[in-house]
DNA sequence: CTGAAAGCGCTTACAG
DNA sequence: CTGAAAGCGCTTACAG
């Protein structure tokens, strides 16, 4: 394999017998360039296959046209799905998407990724990794005052920061007042690690909704799982065991569905006959499982999508407020424009509604 | 939120006042600096949050640092494990990775994508994308003289390119030997899109080794789906339909497989007892299916990891190249070493046992 | 040990 | 309509 050098603006404009200028001209399509110039120029490149450097663009105009994505656990369902939402929008929008993952995302050692992402001179930061006991700690005192701006997904909506969530407490309520609804009254829980935020939100959305409906939580009736099928599994037979009256389990997270899903059948019990089950998420497996699986599903592309487009406003803005500052203008409109800080943007999830939650009723019409 | 402007190495000189050049010194930890010169230029450092212009650095010193990595299907199990490989090992060698996602895979129409690329300087390319149809066809004109070297992930290893694939024709043998050994002889198959490289090279595996095995095929025990849960489903019932002989189906991925199982138990068979079933990818959930499925594991972090290795020797290889070419000295040596095309590297798969795929005689055992 | 000069590949005023 | 000059932020020789 043979490598070519870079062809050069300087090479194109010898071989077409004009100045560099000339030819930056016709590459950026502007209007001031003769017919048989622009034509001559155009020839040149396509017989070299000239392609601008950006990275020189970049340097003199200030603008690398890049987004930074910080992600984690790519591996798993959800973060991926928000990733390629990321990836869309930019895309669109004419951003190259430099990808950063941040490995142990509980921790809130985060200097190395922004450094990087700063010194690539990324135009805007998209931070997707989820929000994990205080791993945010470092927002207060550097997210304040970076050069550039940053969204954050799936993250308390605390701290007057631009967030795009799921709304997770919604999702949480959804599928409790569902089974309330189907007529199930002891409903259990296995979540996801409440040091999580995500994984808090769907777990208050329960609780709350059962205390809402005169119901009294027992210690029993909660576990507290990692995410995975087989932490699901566990908190099944504990469940199972510690407390026995159960007539629903709400596992927070399609994978610890299937955990459970397999344990009650190891026990010999069947859904939703003895038990009925409803996950979070929505994989595209849930609806093969057996019984298929009532879920909440979530519109994670939006999220990924409507961080971008959030971010995009936000780097106008700024340019904005460079151009006030640059021509030294009366800044306070503009400055007060810029630091309007939107609302926390919630992304409401919907329930998905299969055979492991049917009302007790209805399974005996189905037979 | 207030932005920054990026202090630059001119500012850092002022204040410690020395030059640029004695900065760019500190910053490179050259041994050449006066020790009190080099403290008071890294208080100044320190102070100002200087941080180099990594884009300014790209243009002067010819190294992006940057690879690109061209992935589709991110929402999919496979691809994001690969991702995740190639993300891995491009941080540890000091590498940016750019992303970029070629949205409609099945068509050929990469010359916008590697454009992007090689406009942003990238020192290397991963196609991860899969071979689809004739996908590849650009590869003939553009891959042999293109500027950087690119990697092909899950390829077909024909053109003395440099691939780096999951053996999936031996993943097909495993799975069938499998169920030959455990004593099926009636075995179908549901396959991916059979005009995709992945699917037919575990369809042809599967065939292999039936007909090595004297067994002959019929047509109606093959299905070919889209890799699809639904498609799965789809077709069981056909399969089931068709060839109710069959004591044994190998789906050529897990999700059709789950699918499969689905259709089997609304048919009101049991796996294994009446009818076999081997999965391919071992995703998570899949040992709690019920029952856990017996699968074929790929290595796919290890697929994207090694990719990246290789790539970066190429790109050694390329920088030996340009010194020989520039210090013009006698180039054959280098040339010969550098176009050096390595086999194409194969990852074996694994096979992972459980109880869909059971010997009849050891169910009787277990009961 | 230190700095003035040149230059990476491009674009932005400015002058003709 | 066209081009000479300056400069984006840095590094690489070269000279002291």
Same mark, same amino acid.
């Not at 870079?6 to 071989?15: C, D, F, K, M, Y």
């Not at 985060?110 to 690539?120: A, M």
């Not at 829980?189 to 909704?209: K, M, S, V």
């Given at each position: ?14 071989? /077409? ?38 990275? /020189? ?112 407490? !919604? ?56 995410? %995975? ?40 019990? %069947?859904?939703?006959?003895? !038990? ?92």
């Amino acid at each position: 394999m043979e490598f070519r050098r870079q062809v050069t603006i300087a090479q194109v404009a010898r071989e /077409a017998g004009v100045s560099t200028v000339t030819v930056s001209r016709v590459i950026n399509h502007r209007p001031d360039v003769a017919p048989d110039t622009r034509r001559r120029v155009e020839q040149v490149i396509g017989r070299l296959g000239y392609q601008p450097n950006a990275i /020189a663009r970049s340097l003199i105009s200030q603008h690398s046209h890049t987004l930074g994505v910080v992600a984690s656990r790519l591996d798993y369902y959800g973060p991926s799905r928000i990733l390629v939402g990321v990836e869309q929008k930019s895309s669109e929008l004419g951003y190259a998407l430099l990808l950063c993952m941040q490995h142990q995302p509980e921790s809130g050692d985060v200097e190395p990724i922004l450094n990087h992402l700063l010194s690539q001179q990324v135009e805007g930061v998209i931070w997707a990794v989820p929000e994990i006991g205080d791993n945010r700690a470092w927002i207060s005192e550097r997210a304040a005052h970076l050069q550039v701006p940053i969204i954050f997904l799936n993250m308390d909506p605390h701290s007057n920061l631009p967030v795009v969530a799921g709304d997770n407490y !919604l999702g949480g309520q959804m599928a409790t007042r569902h089974l309330l609804e189907q007529g199930y009254r002891k409903i259990g829980a296995i979540t996801g690690p409440i040091n999580e935020w995500e994984a808090c939100q769907r777990y208050l959305g329960w609780r709350d909704t059962l205390i809402e409906a005169g119901i009294t939580i027992r210690d029993c009736q909660v576990f507290e799982g990692d995410w %995975s099928a087989a932490s699901g599994e566990r908190g099944a037979r504990l469940l199972l065991a510690d407390c026995p009256e159960l007539d629903a389990i709400f596992a927070m997270n399609d994978q610890m569905a299937m955990g459970l899903l397999s344990a009650v059948n190891e026990a010999g019990l %069947s859904v939703p006959r003895h !038990l009925a089950i409803v996950g979070y998420d929505d994989m595209p497996e849930s609806a093969f499982l057996l019984p298929p699986l009532t879920t909440i599903r979530q519109h994670l592309r939006d999220v990924g999508r409507t961080a971008v487009s959030l971010l995009q406003s936000r780097i106008s803005e700024g340019a904005v407020l460079d151009y006030a500052r640059q021509a030294q203008l009366e800044t306070n409109d503009a400055l007060a424009s810029a630091s309007f800080s939107p609302d926390p943007i919630l992304i409401a999830p919907e329930l998905v509604i299969r055979q492991s939650s049917i009302r007790r009723s209805e399974q005996d019409k189905l037979r």
